[in-house]
Structure formats: structure tokens, C-alpha cells
């Protein structure tokens, strides 16, 4: 049975990688691995992301005072109230089409647009 064999690099070595790739000297991490006989790629990204000056690329990172969370704590509570209202209001006006329908259904009206335009809003006449 063969051992798979562990190759630790030193401090000085992998800083010296680092700034190679931060300088430009390589395209990417995989370019470095090769041309200094590294065996797998995932080592020098391990390193950039532990050494590395770039390694914050791509985070993002919010400063805020406490007003600016209570703020935005606010917000998202009138959102969630806003969504609630949106979607009480749909359920209503889903509801009134419907009484609508059946009502026209038992009026015997067969184009409830028409009766729409007839009735304009105004309540019936006795």
C-alpha cells in the first residue's frame, strides 16, 4: 500500500507565491501552482486567502451606527406591513369578483362587463 506524501512548505515560500500572484506574474492561482510544482491548486488559493492582501475582494462590508440599524430595522417592519395590506386587499377584491360573478350569474346577466358599464357605480333605483 502506498502513502500519499505530505509536503509542508514554508512561511517564507508561500509570502513569496502570494506576491507573485499579487504582482501579476501569474493569471491565476493554478498558473502559480504549476510553475512552482505545487500539487493541487486549492494550496495556493488556501494561501492567498490567508496571506493574501486581496483576500477581502468580494466581501462586502457594512459600517452602521445604531440609527442607521434602527433604521433599517423600521423599514423592514413597514415592508412587512405594506405585504400584509397588499395582500389582505387582493384577497378582498378577489372576493367581490367573485360575489360579483355569482350575482350576475343569478340575475341571469351573461356579460358582466356590460354590467359594469351599466351600472357605472351607482346603486340600483326601486
Known amino acids: 500500500m502506498q502513502r500519499n ?3 509542508r512548505y514554508s512561511e517564507s515560500f508561500k509570502l513569496k507565491v502570494i506576491k507573485e500572484i499579487e504582482e501579476g506574474s501569474y493569471r491565476c492561482c493554478h498558473h502559480a501552482a504549476q510553475a512552482h510544482g505545487i500539487g493541487c491548486t486549492a494550496t495556493v488559493l488556501n494561501w492567498l486567502r490567508k496571506y ?6 468580494g466581501k462586502l462590508i457594512r459600517v452602521e451606527t445604531s440609527k442607521d440599524r434602527f433604521e433599517y430595522e ?3 417592519k413597514r415592508i ?3 405585504e400584509s395590506a397588499l395582500s389582505d386587499t387582493t384577497l378582498e377584491l378577489r372576493l367581490e369578483r367573485a360575489y360579483l360573478n355569482i350575482a350576475c350569474r343569478r340575475a341571469g346577466i351573461e356579460d358582466m362587463e356590460e354590467f359594469k358599464k351599466k351600472a357605472d357605480g351607482k346603486p340600483p333605483t326601486k
Open 74 to 76: 423600521r423599514m423592514k
Open 80 to 82: 412587512r406591513e405594506l
Open 5 to 7: 506524501r505530505v509536503i
Open 52 to 57: 493574501g492582501k486581496d483576500h477581502l475582494k
